[in-house]
């Protein structure tokens, strides 16, 4: 057991560590928000990417499914991720008008971002309570379970390496 926990947490490292570019990326998209110079929504987009592609395959390190359930449950995951996605483009338009407006945020825009992550959050985890069963429907209740857990794991990374690029909102007075 202990061996699989180390793979795990060495999985989750490397997740961790590929995240870093996308650390680099915000932070230059805020300090260059304006410059031509500054990190392109393309190169965001294949971050992104490369992210969701890394996600797979750690998901498919770390759940042990037979040959039967990884079957049907791929497309299902598929489905989901690609519902994610969309969930995740409300949270990057968010990054982005944050970033693009740093320094100069009015009160109503700064509530206005709180409101739009806010709801970012309540859209993801009204996505995994949806599909639960659907997952459950291709998984047993405890692999089920894994995956929603390594999900929301690799979800939390993601979310404090965007968090700690990101400078806190300032009072403007």
Do not use: H
């Amino acid at each position: 057991m202990k061996c699989k926990t180390n793979k795990t947490m060495l999985a989750f490292v490397l997740a961790a560590a590929s995240l870093l570019a996308v650390n680099s990326a915000m932070a230059q998209t805020a300090a260059a928000s304006q410059d031509s110079a500054a990190v392109s929504d393309q190169d965001i987009q294949l971050l992104r990417q490369d992210l969701r592609s890394q996600k797979k395959q750690l998901i498919a390190a770390n759940l042990k499914l037979t040959d039967a359930e990884a079957t049907k449950f791929w497309p299902v995951y598929d489905q989901y991720a690609a519902e994610l996605t969309t969930v995740n483009n409300q949270k990057y338009a968010v990054v982005k008008d944050y970033t693009n407006n740093y320094g100069s945020l009015t009160d109503a825009q700064a509530l206005s971002l709180l409101n739009r992550s806010l709801a970012v959050d309540d859209a993801v985890a009204k996505l995994r309570t949806r599909y639960v069963p659907i997952v459950n429907k291709v998984l047993p209740g405890a692999k089920t379970a894994t995956f929603f857990q390594i999900d929301r794991r690799l979800t939390m990374l993601i979310d404090i390496q965007l968090a700690s690029a990101l400078p806190l909102i300032q009072d403007q007075k």
